[in-house]
DNA sequence: TTGCAAATCACCATTTTCCGGGATGCAAGG
DNA sequence: CCTTGCATCCCGGAAAATGGTGATTTGCAA
């Protein structure tokens, strides 16, 4: 028997996914939280296998939740729920502690799944979450690609040494070569990167993933 | 029926997984490949579902395959094999574009749940995997809280701008503070994140997560 | 061969950073 | 009341970065 945890502050969509939930034979919904802090409290007065819990929630949101959650009982898994497919929500909440994201929108088999997923303490994200998520890295590693094309070696190994606080000076005895060239190769980066300075320069070259 | 594709240097590992996923009725392997090139040339001839990839190969290793396969064919899903538990593993073949990531030492039932979930474009990781990425986000998390505490919002709002590229006397005019009030915080923030000079600032700042 | 791009080195004026001080007002907390 | 931390301001000199211009060698590709 899963035990789980609903945390949602629209009554009747709790309403309505207990009534599903509680369907099927393996599933025993053992609390109701309308806020984040009710989901602590729940989670500190009995056992909970997975917390079932909606993003967008007043007070406390579902983020700061399960954090916290994740802080005090990292035996209870959580799964993140929420109407909106966006990047940043999904990968904060991943960040967070959460094991899973289910769409809203998206059927109750996926939400099943997800459930006896997590309770083996498997990942799951539902298909258009993965999807949004593949774009993004896909997008990051496209601008890597680009942005590590224009540099040559030299001046990879220069930007480095810039950017782990290096003088100019420094680099050069480092590399055996002339403070001067370094000076250029600085001065190339600065123009490739479009960079005004060296503070800007580190920035974007995070930014483009050129350093890690 | 699932169309599978294999991909592993050792025939023997090949052979066995081969006969356990024939075993099960909706699943039928189309191709086995030793290499990432092969696995291409397998894509390009026929129809493929699901690419089972393990990460250790020679010549176009796993990760560089992903690459090339989620550009070329998209609609195929990639799963990550591999004996290593190891987080940069995961995270690069998961940027490169794979659904799902198992380790060789799990038993069958987590290969197939992962098969069927990454069939509907789901995304799975098994449970150990999950463990590794989840403390590795929880890590940075912390470390995240114990170096922000350290700077005060006034200190954070100058080491934006400074990274932006800013000058110290454009600081002052865009926060409506002397430069020489600027100067002092930038003489605290090197303190702080005991950098030497602007560069390694934003380094620093970049792996403490204090910048995005 | 010709031409181009990368890497190398050089000079120099101007700006900015870096580092050592010192100083004030203010708010929170013991 | 007094300490502590924060934000504010000031100065001066050494060191480094910035921007402009020019030049040589080397290797590769058209």
């Known amino acids: 028997m899963i035990r789980l945890v609903l945390a949602d502050d629209h009554q009747m969509f709790v309403d309505g996914l207990k009534s599903l939930l509680e369907d099927e034979g393996d599933l025993c919904v053992v609390g109701e939280a309308k806020s984040g802090y009710e989901v602590l409290?729940?989670?500190d007065r009995e056992p909970v296998d997975i917390v079932i819990?909606?993003?967008n929630m007043p007070g406390m949101d579902g983020i700061q939740t399960s954090r916290e959650l994740s802080k005090k009982h990292p035996a209870v898994?959580?799964?993140g729920l929420s109407m909106y497919n966006d990047r940043d929500y999904i990968s904060d909440i991943l960040k967070a502690g959460a094991l899973g994201y289910v769409l809203k929108n998206t059927g109750k088999d996926s939400l099943?799944?997800?459930i006896h997923t997590l309770n083996e303490g498997s990942t799951y994200l539902s298909e258009e979450v993965s999807r949004t998520l593949l774009s993004s890295f896909m997008k990051a590693a496209q601008e890597h690609h680009t942005a590590e094309e224009k540099l040559s070696d030299r001046e990879k190994e220069v930007l480095e040494c810039?950017?782990?606080?290096f003088?100019?000076?420094e680099i050069g005895e480092k590399l055996?070569?002339?403070?001067n060239t370094v000076e250029t190769h600085r001065k190339n980066l600065l123009y490739k990167l479009k960079a005004r300075n060296t503070a800007e320069l580190?920035?974007?070259?995070?930014k483009q993933r050129l350093i890690q």
């Open 41 to 43: 409290e729940l989670c």
């Open 53 to 55: 819990l909606d993003i």
């Open 77 to 79: 898994k959580i799964l």
């Open 112 to 114: 099943l799944t997800a």
């Open 162 to 165: 810039i950017a782990s606080g």
């Open 167 to 169: 003088t100019t000076h």
């Open 176 to 179: 055996f070569i002339s403070k």
């Open 202 to 206: 580190v920035n974007k070259a995070y």
